[in-house]
């Protein structure tokens, strides 16, 4: 009888992980399967949860047995029984830390919408009025760069790409402006907890504070962009011809007042960097305090734009529809993951993959260039989520990542992992969901990508990752 339990529990345990591998593979091929992450992301979640409530019995005797026989208070085992169990006590568990996700990137997303809208980012337009190609690309991926910490990364991708292509006459120039804004938004997001869902993931796992995260990560992610960016540019012209920059359009005839949209600039970004102290003081989830920002910028808005509400004239404003796709994909790609790799770590698969690595690689270093190499192909969030989950935060803090364990809060390992896998979705540009927004938004080749960036990138890397190691030592 136990062998046949264990048999079970075993090919149903292989089943799930092939599932799982499998989204991987239509993750990393969607260009050429056609087949929408978030859907395939979704499906594997979804089914996954499935199959092991249909086997449920079985997993929780094997995992959770103490835990459910005080559910049971007493009462007959049945299969109705186990189902109730999986869905209160296991099955919600994953879904609240993928709600986190969502949410926190539900509430940025509309903060981004809403100072979009009302013309706040116009500074951005006024600043781009040259014709020096080198001039022209500093100050686009500085300022996504800037942005791209406070707020989500593919959202600022998105804006950026969209204004620099009103600018920008020429395609082919296109593609190495679109590829530094490419780059600059996955680095900026990642120097900070809250510019990238990678980066929340870890925030929300409290395996690092924010602080000590951003000092740890901010010189690497200088030295990866700073080089990089400088090498694209070796490639562009002296002068180039551009667009003149037009206002962008918000859907009325009325614009704000200057003070009125520096207030809410400020509001914005001030309340979202007041987030990590949100959290440190109350120490609820960060999620509530972006929503809680969103709310007051809400009310600003509203004030604002008072007279045009009155009139009825607010229906008349047009959501950017490549923003608003761009969010929704996000938001359930996110979701599906998090459901997948949730019931994937349940069913065991990710504990007998650690110990896999531990035996196989040992070194933490030579661990997250293999993350690294795998982002390349497969998106960095699903990557580096999937890393993170091989082991779980123990006790004690890391100052500066000179504890002895890699595992503690603000350890070595987190950090690394963050970094390897970020940097490697920028070598092929598939591996992040920003890269695959400029790819279709330019009809971009991965070999034209390669051969003219993704290189620069990787050198650009390993000296980022050069510097990351001597900031740990």
């Known amino acids: 009888m136990g062998l046949i339990f264990y048999w079970k529990t075993t090919i149903m345990t292989l089943i799930i992980a092939i599932i799982l591998l499998l989204s991987y593979f239509f993750i990393a091929t969607e260009s050429f399967t056609h087949l929408n992450k978030a859907a395939v992301a979704m499906f594997a979640g979804t089914v996954g949860w499935v199959l092991y409530v249909s086997f449920g019995t079985d997993f929780v005797m094997s995992r959770h047995p103490a835990e459910y026989i005080d559910f049971l208070s007493g009462d007959a085992a049945n299969s109705v029984a186990v189902k109730y169990y999986i869905a209160q006590n296991i099955f919600l568990k994953y879904v609240g830390k993928a709600a986190e996700i969502v949410l926190f990137l539900l ?244 504990s007998s993959f650690a110990d896999f690595f531990e035996q196989r690689i040992g070194n933490i270093w030579s661990l997250g260039i293999f993350a690294g190499a795998v982002s390349c192909f497969v998106d960095n969030f699903a990557t580096s989520v999937s890393f993170f989950l091989l082991h779980t935060v123990v006790e004690g803090t890391g100052v500066g990542g000179a504890s002895l364990s890699p595992f503690v809060q603000n350890g070595d390992f987190w950090k690394l992992m963050a970094y390897c896998v970020t940097m490697g979705g920028n070598v092929l540009c598939i591996g992040s969901m920003s890269g695959l927004a400029f790819m279709k938004m330019e009809n971009m080749r991965y070999g034209w990508y390669f051969r003219n960036i993704g290189w620069k990138t990787l050198i650009g890397s390993f000296l980022g990752l050069g510097v990351l190691w001597l900031s740990l030592m």
């Open 107 to 350: 509430a940025t997303m509309t903060i981004v919408e809403i100072l979009n809208n009302n013309g706040c980012f116009d500074f951005v337009t006024h600043l781009l009025r040259t014709r020096n190609s080198r001039k022209l690309l500093w100050m686009l991926s500085g300022i996504t760069f800037v942005i791209s910490a406070n707020l989500d990364n593919l959202t600022t991708t998105t804006m950026m790409l969209v204004i620099m292509h009103k600018i920008v006459t020429a395609r082919r120039l296109r593609l190495f402006y679109g590829a530094a804004i490419v780059l600059a938004a996955n680095c900026g997001g990642l120097f900070t907890v809250i510019g990238s869902p990678e980066t929340l993931v870890l925030w929300n796992m409290g395996a690092v504070t924010a602080t000590d995260y951003s000092m740890s990560l901010l010189l690497p992610c200088l030295t990866s962009w700073g080089l990089s960016t400088w090498w694209i540019g070796r490639s562009l012209p002296e002068r180039i011809e551009t667009e003149s920059v037009a206002m962008p359009f918000r859907g009325d005839e009325t614009n704000l007042k200057i003070w009125q949209r520096v207030l809410m600039f400020f509001v914005a970004i001030g309340g979202l960097w007041f987030i990590p102290t949100f959290h440190n003081i109350t120490k609820l989830s960060p999620f509530l305090g972006a929503l809680c920002v969103l709310a007051v910028l809400w009310i600003v808005h509203e004030v604002a734009n008072r007279k045009l509400m009155n009139a009825d004239q607010m229906i008349h404003r047009q959501v950017p529809r490549v923003l608003q796709y761009g969010t929704l994909q996000m938001m359930l790609f996110v979701m599906g993951m998090m459901l997948a790799l949730g019931v994937v770590a349940e069913a065991g698969v990710l």
